[in-house]
Protein backbone atom coordinates (compact mmCIF):
# COMPACT_ATOMS: atom_id res chain seq x y z
CA UNK A 1 0.00 0.00 0.00
CA UNK A 2 0.97 3.37 -0.90
CA UNK A 3 2.38 5.91 1.87
CA UNK A 4 0.50 8.31 1.29
CA UNK A 5 -2.70 6.27 1.45
CA UNK A 6 -1.38 4.77 4.83
CA UNK A 7 -1.26 8.17 6.18
CA UNK A 8 -4.73 9.12 4.26
CA UNK A 9 -6.13 6.02 6.54
CA UNK A 10 -3.95 7.03 9.95
CA UNK A 11 -5.72 10.44 9.61
CA UNK A 12 -9.23 8.32 9.12
CA UNK A 13 -8.43 6.60 11.99
CA UNK A 14 -7.91 9.78 13.60
CA UNK A 15 -11.28 10.80 13.20
CA UNK A 16 -12.75 7.54 13.98
CA UNK A 17 -11.20 7.54 17.31
CA UNK A 18 -12.54 10.93 17.84
CA UNK A 19 -16.20 9.80 16.98
CA UNK A 20 -16.60 6.80 18.37
CA UNK A 21 -15.11 8.24 22.68
CA UNK A 22 -17.70 10.55 22.17
CA UNK A 23 -20.11 8.47 21.54
CA UNK A 24 -19.31 6.01 24.23
CA UNK A 25 -19.12 8.88 26.60
CA UNK A 26 -22.93 9.49 25.49
CA UNK A 27 -24.24 6.34 26.26
CA UNK A 28 -22.32 6.52 29.43
CA UNK A 29 -24.05 10.30 30.55
CA UNK A 30 -27.60 8.70 29.09
CA UNK A 31 -27.24 5.48 30.91
CA UNK A 32 -25.84 7.28 33.75
CA UNK A 33 -22.77 5.36 34.39
CA UNK A 34 -19.52 5.51 32.64
CA UNK A 35 -18.29 1.57 33.62
CA UNK A 36 -21.22 0.01 32.63
CA UNK A 37 -20.77 1.84 28.93
CA UNK A 38 -17.35 0.67 29.09
CA UNK A 39 -17.99 -2.70 29.76
CA UNK A 40 -20.91 -2.54 27.13
CA UNK A 41 -18.39 -1.11 24.78
CA UNK A 42 -15.95 -3.86 25.31
CA UNK A 43 -18.24 -6.60 25.01
CA UNK A 44 -19.13 -5.85 21.79
CA UNK A 45 -15.87 -5.31 20.80
CA UNK A 46 -14.75 -8.13 21.40
CA UNK A 47 -17.85 -10.19 19.77
CA UNK A 48 -17.24 -8.08 16.63
CA UNK A 49 -13.11 -8.78 17.34
CA UNK A 50 -13.81 -12.63 17.16
CA UNK A 51 -16.39 -12.61 14.35
CA UNK A 52 -13.01 -10.60 12.44
CA UNK A 53 -10.69 -12.68 13.41
CA UNK A 54 -12.65 -16.08 12.51
CA UNK A 55 -12.92 -14.28 8.73
CA UNK A 56 -9.34 -13.90 8.62
CA UNK A 57 -7.25 -16.41 6.30
CA UNK A 58 -4.90 -17.73 9.32
CA UNK A 59 -7.04 -18.17 12.11
CA UNK A 60 -3.91 -20.41 13.60
CA UNK A 61 -2.57 -16.54 14.25
CA UNK A 62 -4.23 -16.94 17.94
CA UNK A 63 -1.98 -20.22 18.84
CA UNK A 64 0.76 -18.29 18.43
CA UNK A 65 -0.41 -15.89 21.59
CA UNK A 66 1.85 -18.11 24.25
CA UNK A 67 5.29 -16.91 22.35
CA UNK A 68 3.98 -12.94 23.26
CA UNK A 69 5.38 -11.38 26.37
CA UNK A 70 2.30 -11.28 28.98
CA UNK A 71 2.99 -7.92 29.67
CA UNK A 72 1.99 -7.18 25.76
CA UNK A 73 -1.30 -8.11 26.26
CA UNK A 74 -1.48 -5.56 29.29
CA UNK A 75 -2.59 -3.07 25.82
CA UNK A 76 -6.44 -4.83 26.18
CA UNK A 77 -6.19 -3.71 29.94
CA UNK A 78 -5.14 -0.27 29.44
CA UNK A 79 -7.42 0.42 26.25
CA UNK A 80 -10.75 -0.27 28.48
CA UNK A 81 -9.30 1.94 31.46
CA UNK A 82 -8.27 5.06 28.74
CA UNK A 83 -11.54 4.62 27.55
CA UNK A 84 -13.06 4.63 30.37
CA UNK A 85 -11.15 7.79 31.41
CA UNK A 86 -12.27 9.44 28.67
CA UNK A 87 -16.02 8.50 28.93
CA UNK A 88 -15.09 10.29 32.05
CA UNK A 89 -13.74 13.19 30.73
CA UNK A 90 -15.38 14.29 27.81
CA UNK A 91 -18.65 15.41 29.86
CA UNK A 92 -16.69 17.36 31.55
CA UNK A 93 -14.52 19.24 29.51
CA UNK A 94 -15.88 18.35 25.95
CA UNK A 95 -14.79 16.25 23.13
CA UNK A 96 -12.46 19.04 21.64
CA UNK A 97 -10.45 19.56 24.55
CA UNK A 98 -10.37 15.45 25.21
CA UNK A 99 -9.12 14.80 21.94
CA UNK A 100 -6.79 17.63 21.53
CA UNK A 101 -5.19 16.92 24.92
CA UNK A 102 -5.00 12.86 24.26
CA UNK A 103 -3.63 13.81 20.77
CA UNK A 104 -0.95 15.60 22.10
CA UNK A 105 -0.05 13.11 24.18
CA UNK A 106 -0.22 10.57 21.51
CA UNK A 107 2.28 12.20 18.72
CA UNK A 108 4.75 13.00 21.93
CA UNK A 109 4.52 9.09 23.11
CA UNK A 110 4.82 8.06 19.74
CA UNK A 111 7.95 10.18 18.88
CA UNK A 112 9.62 8.72 21.71
CA UNK A 113 8.29 4.80 20.76
CA UNK A 114 9.80 5.05 17.12
CA UNK A 115 13.08 7.00 18.49
CA UNK A 116 13.46 3.75 20.73
CA UNK A 117 11.90 1.28 18.06
CA UNK A 118 9.47 -0.47 20.55
CA UNK A 119 6.97 -2.57 20.04
CA UNK A 120 7.45 -3.22 16.18
CA UNK A 121 7.87 0.39 15.32
CA UNK A 122 10.29 1.26 12.67
CA UNK A 123 13.13 3.36 14.16
CA UNK A 124 12.97 7.02 13.72
CA UNK A 125 14.98 9.54 15.61
CA UNK A 126 13.61 12.61 17.27
CA UNK A 127 15.62 15.47 15.46
CA UNK A 128 15.52 19.21 16.68
CA UNK A 129 12.70 20.00 13.98
CA UNK A 130 10.39 17.16 15.40
CA UNK A 131 10.83 18.76 18.67
CA UNK A 132 10.27 22.47 17.43
CA UNK A 133 6.82 20.54 15.68
CA UNK A 134 5.79 19.14 19.42
CA UNK A 135 6.54 22.59 20.76
CA UNK A 136 4.10 24.47 18.35
CA UNK A 137 2.07 21.35 18.78
CA UNK A 138 1.75 22.08 22.63
CA UNK A 139 1.41 25.94 21.73
CA UNK A 140 -2.04 25.11 19.53
CA UNK A 141 -3.09 22.24 22.26
CA UNK A 142 -3.07 24.75 24.79
CA UNK A 143 -4.87 27.68 22.61
CA UNK A 144 -7.37 25.34 21.20
CA UNK A 145 -8.27 24.07 25.11
CA UNK A 146 -7.43 27.53 26.78
CA UNK A 147 -8.24 29.98 25.02
Given at each position: ?PKG????????????????????????????NAR?????????????????????????????????????????????????????????????????????????????????????????????LKM????????????????
Open positions: MLLYLLAFGVGLVIAVHLAMNAGVGQKIEAANAAFWSIGAVVAVFIWLASPDRSAITRLKEVNPLLLLAGAMGAALVLAIAVIIPRIGAGATNVLQLAGQVIAGLFISHFALWSSPQTSITPLGVAVMIGGAYMAVML
